[in-house]
């Protein structure tokens, strides 16, 4: 048991190819948008969870919201975050969210920025983020 997933589909790739390296997660959350910023105090307090897992996606500021709670709340834990519709142009509306990409708000480089910046390892592809947490918490 380890990372605590934020995802809008709990059964996501991550999950499957995390738990076919012998992890499962510690919780599995799908909040709603306005809970991430809550989440780093929630994250840090548990024993029985050692890292977090961010799945984000382009349009919105919840990332970046996230990302200030998470540089403010002063958790030690190891956050890895990806964010997906890189390819995304400015002004298409989001999947079901109907999130939208408006000027520099949103963006995958704003939300990268903003994760990085608050100590995030953030990875651009599925498989890279899988190999590095597999990498430092695969059982043996």
Known sequence: NLPLYLTTNPDSFMVEALAARGMEPSRELC???EM???????????????????IGEVGGAEEEEFARALAASGARKPVYAIIAGGATRGGVTMGHAGARLHGDTG???????ALRGAGVHVFTRMRDIVEAISAEFAPD
């Open 36 to 54: 991430l910023d809550g989440m780093p105090p929630l994250f840090e307090a548990d024993p029985a969870t050692e890292a977090m897992v961010l």
């Open 31 to 33: 909040p709603w948008n």
């Open 107 to 113: 963006t995958i480089r704003s939300k990268t920025d």
